[in-house]
């Protein structure tokens, strides 16, 4: 999985040195992320909370692409003392079509890993995709400010493990999943700096 990540990293800088903008931009925003149900039914809702990232893209003529990073640590709803960090890296490609001068939309997917760890389970990395879209306005020719939705879809695995825990409730933490799809949104707002 490392060789193949390196080895795209590696491609995507290659196709960098050609003579095409490029850009680097940071995030700030917030998550809400959907519960899940587990195997036998236990119900996992994780806290929505805030979330960072960063972006390089090369961006030519009307079309993007580059990688995508996100973090956000949380923690489940029902039980604040199990906590998450949610790691995404992306592959992402977008269409940007310009509204007027100063101001362009865009629409693009992304393809990836979501590498999920905790304080009470192994940590994994599962298979993510998605799509996002928003809105840049250009303060000056290298400044952009961006405000853009996420919509982010992590696969997990039904052979996902955790150990399991009875706490002081008598509430059990599983972490089984049978083919459960965990979909989270992030509203971000940040600034692009082009070069």
């Not at 973090?71 to 790691?87: K, T």
């Not at 992304?110 to 999920?116: M, S, Y």
């Not at 879809?153 to 972490?175: E, F, Y």
Request: hydrophobic content about 40%.
């Amino acid at each position: 999985m490392r060789a193949k990540l390196s080895l795209a990293t590696i491609l995507l800088a290659l196709s960098f040195s050609s003579t095409a903008d490029i850009a680097i931009a940071g995030y700030y925003g917030q998550s809400l992320s959907q519960e899940l149900e587990t195997e036998n039914g236990t119900k996992i809702d994780i806290k929505n909370d805030a979330n960072f990232g960063f972006s390089l893209d090369k961006h030519d003529g009307i079309s993007k692409y580059g990688l995508y990073y996100s973090r956000m640590s949380s923690s489940q709803r029902n039980a604040a003392n199990y906590e998450l960090d949610l790691n995404y890296l992306l592959f992402q490609s977008a269409v940007v079509l310009p509204v007027n001068k100063q101001l362009s939309s865009y629409l693009g997917a992304q393809l990836g890993v979501n590498h999920i760890s905790s304080n009470f389970s192994d940590s994994d990395s599962f298979f993510a995709t998605g799509l996002y879209g928003g809105l840049e306005y250009k303060i000056t020719d290298n400044i952009i400010a961006l405000g853009e939705a996420r919509w982010l879809a992590t696969i997990l695995k039904n052979d996902s493990t955790t150990v399991c825990q009875i706490d002081p409730n008598g509430t059990q933490c599983d972490w089984y999943f049978d083919g459960e799809v965990l979909n989270q949104f992030q509203f971000n707002l940040g600034v692009m700096y082009r070069f």
